[in-house]
């Protein structure tokens, strides 16, 4: 202990750094500490590695605003809790400070531009970023790390600084590698996947997309395929794909299909199918993803048994033009067939 105690040290009025003298704390007056260096304090505050967030609200008029933040952190399991910073300098802290909802999106590794876009003065934040609405209404980025959908617990007035704590309505995460902040550069963290984590407990969303008698797979990684899938349901129509790009669906071609199981430690499955809104020989797609006939579909390259299984009996009731809605069970699983199925346009005028 008294080692340790030699050692502490204060920062003086020009950033340097000077023995501390405990029993003098008292005396130090509010011009002394005022005068603490801010440029050498926010270095210093920097060494700290952060992650990088974008905070999203909407205003009055119900236009989505943003901000890059990384003046965050968790709060509370019980209740669940969270908080983030809010500059008072900023254009979009009178909203901030107005709103009732909010959500903190962690950007991943591969989105740097997302940070420097929502940390400029840009107008047109949202007009090249995908956004969802979860629970809230909050701009969720369908795109990113991680989010929390939340609504405000409580407000705290911090300097030049408004700390928001939210109340965590939702939330849905990625295996995805951190953005990372330090120094004020990026940061890139490795091997962020400890062995066994899942990436997500809720229900994973896949599509059975055809297109021209084609069915649309994607590369597992493993020299296997499997179906796409995307973090929640579609935006405007549009399937996001891993590695850039996306599809666009015939929203009215759009169905629930099966729902099913893997494995007891596994998240569930929800999948759906569709039908390409555009000629296949138009669609472009990254490398890792390809539309197979139905005929040549590499059934013995795909892993799971319950998603061949699911694949032979769509391409069956294709043939047929009879489709049925699987729901897992204990004892094998029940399916219903569809029957006088009639375009959502027709069933909305009714």
Known sequence: MQAVA??????????????????????????????IDPVALRRALGTFVTGVTVVTTRDDEGRPRGMTANSFTSVSLDPPLLLVCVGKGAASYPVFQGTEHF??????????????????????????????????????????????DCTVHDRVDAGDHAILIGRIQAFGTSPAAPLGFCRGRYAHVKDPLPPGWLSSHDMIVGYLIDADGSLLLAQDGKGGWVLPS??????????????GGELALVPHDTFLYSVFDTAESDPGYLMYRARLAQPLSQAELPPQFRFFPFDQLPFDDI??????SMVRRYVRETAGGHFGIYMDSHDGGRIAMVSDAQPWTQLSQV
């Open 230 to 243: 995307a973090p929640r349901r579609l935006t405007n129509g549009r399937l996001p794909l891993a590695g």
């Open 303 to 308: 892993a799971s048994r319950e998603i061949r």
């Open 103 to 148: 959500a903190v999106n962690l950007l991943h590794d591969g989105q740097t531009d997302v940070s420097n876009l929502f940390a400029s003065k840009s107008a047109e934040k949202f007009a090249a970023v995908g956004h969802d609405v979860v629970h809230t209404g909050a701009p969720v980025l369908t795109d990113c790390l991680t989010w929390f």
């Open 6 to 35: 030699k050692q502490r040290q204060t920062a003086d009025a020009g950033g340097a750094i000077a023995p501390a003298n405990p029993g003098a704390q008292s005396a130090q007056s509010a011009s002394a500490i005022s005068a």
